[in-house]
């Protein structure tokens, strides 16, 4: 029998338990924080308040289902970094008492490797190398993939995230926050060519999202100046045509990745790799260009513990063990 492993994700705003034995997952349960709806986005001190509350539930919620006893467990896992110190802090904290007090391994996961990482949980997984768009409302990355735990970032943003662009916007529109999923949802029975917005171009495979906003938040400006009510009456369109210029972006990029490294297996992961319109323009250029996609299951897109947990089963199948005295980190090179 392989390692059991329980596994602890709360960088951000979800409080997540999963458990993993001998490299499949048994279980993802996830406490969504709906306490920053109405600020519009995150807020860092609500967010750790709530991983605190929520942990404990959590984390027995997990343990109940498969009839495995924290006796059972070989290893504690959980997410050191990235992500916001304060709600990284509960989950280490947690982590450590757990594995303190059953006398077992510490295994630290970094969030960005594991999200690459959710790409093992099902079949069909890909096959080394490949390149893997992690796009989250962290994050922005192409990240060149060796080997399980041998991974490069090879462009990445240099301002904005791509699901803060969408996030932002929605937001400038008046949507609740996360906002990239309603942009989305709306953007289905829109035009996509009914409005354009520029695109910014860095050097490199590096990415920036910090222009369109700001042209998007003008443009809408700009229009209502002219008529008060061009929102609610093109709402479908903008969104749609938004949504496209964004998978455009991140699409061109992924192809000029591709064509320099000579890796034609691509897989996309982070949570706006739910992004319906992301998905069939991938599926496309896919078909296109020859290449061999991976899209993950849309429970392992957003953040959860699931991934942490298959990082975290490749780490002790290597023996990468952390000491108790180890501290979260905020920024977290992969
Ligand atoms: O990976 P994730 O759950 O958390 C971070 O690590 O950031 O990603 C959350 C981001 C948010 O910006 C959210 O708006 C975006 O993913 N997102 C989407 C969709 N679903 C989630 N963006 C566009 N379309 C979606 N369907
Ligand atoms: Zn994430």
């Known amino acids: 029998m392989g390692p059991i492993i329980l596994a602890i994700e709360s960088s951000c705003d979800e409080t997540s338990a999963s458990l993993i034995r001998n490299g499949k997952v048994l279980n993802n349960i996830i406490a969504t924080q709906a306490v920053h709806r109405k600020y519009g986005g995150v807020v860092p001190e609500l967010a750790s308040r709530a991983h605190q509350q929520n942990i404990v539930a959590t984390v027995e919620e997990a343990m109940q289902g498969p009839g495995i006893r924290k006796t059972d467990l ?7 970094g990235p992500g916001l110190m304060g709600s990284l802090l509960v989950g280490v904290s947690y982590a450590k008492g757990m594995a303190l007090a059953l006398g077992i391994p510490l295994i630290e996961v970094n969030h960005m490797q594991a999200h690459v990482l959710s790409h093992f949980i099902d079949d069909p997984k890909p096959t080394f190398p490949f390149l893997c768009l992690t796009v989250s409302g962290g994050h922005t ?15 990445q943003t240099q301002d904005d995230a791509v699901g803060e662009a969408f996030d932002k916007a929605a937001k400038i529109m008046g949507l609740p926050y996360p906002g990239g999923p309603l ?32 042209a998007f938040l003008y443009f809408l400006r700009d229009e209502r100046a002219k008529n008060p009510t061009f929102l609610e009456e093109n709402l479908h369109d903008i969104c749609a045509s938004l949504q496209q210029n964004l998978v ?16 034609k297996t691509i897989a996309i992961a982070g949570g706006v790799s739910a992004n319906s319109g992301l998905r069939r323009g991938l599926q ?32 002790f199948l290597k023996g990468e063990f952390s000491s108790l005295d180890v501290v979260p980190l905020a920024r977290m090179p992969m």
């Open 141 to 155: 990355q192409i990240v060149l993939v060796r080997d399980h735990l041998d991974m490069e970032v090879i462009g």
């Open 183 to 214: 942009i989305d949802q709306y953007a289905q029975k829109g035009n996509a060519s009914a409005f354009t917005f520029p695109e910014t171009n860095m050097p490199g495979l590096d990415f920036s999202f910090s222009g369109i906003k700001t």
């Open 248 to 263: 455009y972006m991140l699409l061109n990029r992924l192809r000029q990745a591709s064509e320099q490294t000579d890796i």
């Open 284 to 315: 496309s250029m896919g078909q296109l260009l020859g290449w061999n996609i991976f899209i993950p299951a849309f429970e392992y897109c957003t953040d959860n513990a699931a991934m942490i947990a298959m990082a975290a089963h490749f780490k």
């Open 74 to 80: 070989d290893a504690v896992a959980f997410t050191r």
